[in-house]
Nanobody, 124 residues
Framework: QVQLVESGGGLVQAGGSLRLSCAAS????????MGWFRQAPGKERQFVAA????????YYAESVKGRFTISRDNAENTVYLQMNSLEPEDTAVYYC?????????????????WGQGTQVTVTS
């Protein structure tokens, strides 16, 4: 069982930056592939970024490529999402997710564990 706790959300103006963190409880959290997803009001949950167990394989949604960076620190059991050049369209609740195994996936159904989410609001 893995518990995930996100932090770092907040209110920011367009063009600004935020860094989200996701702390995993399990001592074996480094053996999990991790992903970030987001959900805006009235919309379906959307893939943002994912990173494999080793950090070698990384995937991004087209809408965030070049602006967001996912990374992980396995010694700290933490995954990060650095978000730059934020746009009002990035406003959503951001969720961290984990799946046992090496490979990361873009589909939310591939993930076994989810955090509670952290709100990101970008004003124009």
């Amino acid at each position: 069982q893995v518990q995930l706790v996100e932090s770092g959300g907040g209110l920011v103006q367009a063009g600004g930056s935020l860094r989200l963190s996701c702390a995993a409880s399990a001592r074996t959290a480094s053996r999990y592939a991790m992903g970030w997803f987001r959900q805006a009001p009235g919309k379906e949950r959307q893939f943002v970024a994912a990173i494999s167990w080793s950090g070698v394989n990384i995937y991004y949604a087209e809408s965030v490529k070049g602006r967001f960076t996912i990374s992980r620190d396995n010694a700290e059991n933490t995954v990060y999402l650095q978000m730059n050049s934020l746009e009002p369209e990035d406003t959503a609740v951001y969720y961290c997710a984990a799946r046992a195994g090496y490979s990361a996936y873009r589909s939310a159904t591939a993930y076994d564990y989810w955090g509670q989410g952290t709100q990101v609001t970008v004003t124009s």
